[in-house]
Structures are given as C-alpha cells and as structure tokens.
C-alpha cells in the first residue's frame, strides 16, 4: 500500500499586531494549491496559519516575511523558536530589514536577539 502525503498545520506566532507582508509554502487541503497563510489573532499574539503538505519521508517548505510593531528598548528584536515534538533538523534562516543574520538547525528552543 502506497504512503500517502501527510497535511500538517503550520502555525507561526508573532507579537500582536504583526501584519503578514507575504507567504510561499502554505497549501489549501482540498486541492494542494498555493494559498497565502491565513493571519488572525489568538491568546494575545498575531497567527499565522496554514497547511503544508509533506511526502513520507519529504520536506516542506514554509517562508514567511512580516512586519513587528514592537521594538524593544535596546532597539534589538527578540525571537523564540520552540521545536516541536517529533521534528529533527529544521533548517532556519533568519532575515531582518532584507539581510540575511542567522542560519542554523534547531535542535531545540532557541530564543534571539537581533
């Protein structure tokens, strides 16, 4: 019996207010075309949410480009990244104001200030 693609929901939290700028990788489940990822505000934080279809033993890719309204008072922004259970070697690039600054794997939670 053939394995069949896995949906997954990817869901990226920023702070409130943050404004979705453009999105590549999300898919509709009904028919595996490209859609934006859906924003909307949840537990005091902006979603981003979306499918991602991945073939058994494939990968997915999910890029997002956004907009913070928060700036701390160091003028460094802070992010945290929580690897979720079950995933292994997530590649990460981290992009600000259009420069590449961080490329890792996550091995586990990882929080940044840049």
Known sequence: MPECPASQLGQDLRPKGSTLL???GSQSPKDLKPVPLDPREDLDKTVFEGFL???PLGTAKLEVTYSVPVTDKDGKYRIMIQKQPGT???GY???LNGKEKKQFTLE???ELSL
Do not use: L, P
């Open 88 to 90: 292994e070697g997530d």
């Open 93 to 95: 690039t981290i992009s």
């Open 53 to 55: 279809m991945v073939n």
């Open 22 to 24: 453009d999105s590549k």
């Open 108 to 110: 586990g939670d990882t």
